[in-house]
């Protein structure tokens, strides 16, 4: 069983910098998919980024070049560092394992990011 704990979400001015870690325990770090979603009020739950086990990583549209995933395997550990945030990246984020292994899934308990003046 993988546990998720995710931290660094807050209030931001837009333009602002955050950046999320999601630690991980249980389980082989190294072999999973990481990725981040969001859930914004009234919207459905979407992907925003993912990163393998290799190191490629994948962007919705909306946060190419705003936002940088990136894992720490030694630590267990996937960051999100988000630049240029916009009131729309306001969301609930939701830090997501797959182990490709057994084609599970595992999800943190979610952290708000909040941009707004």
């Known amino acids: 069983q993988v546990q998720l704990v995710e931290s660094g979400g807050g209030l931001v001015q837009p333009g602002g910098s955050l950046r999320l870690s999601c630690v991980a325990s249980?389980?082989?770090?190294?072999?999973?998919?990481m990725g981040w979603y969001r859930q914004a009020p009234g919207k459905q739950r979407e992907l925003v980024t993912i990163i393998t086990s290799g190191g490629t990583t994948n962007y919705v549209d909306s946060v190419k070049g705003r936002f940088t995933i990136s894992r720490d395997n030694a630590k267990s550990t996937v960051y999100l560092q988000m630049n240029s945030l916009k009131p729309e990246d306001t969301a609930v984020y939701y830090c997501?394992?797959?182990?490709?292994?057994?084609?599970?899934?595992?999800w943190g308990q979610g952290t708000q990011v909040t941009v707004s003046s």
């Open positions: 249980g389980g082989i770090f190294s072999r999973y998919i």
């Open positions: 997501y394992v797959r182990d490709p292994l057994y084609g599970s899934d595992y």
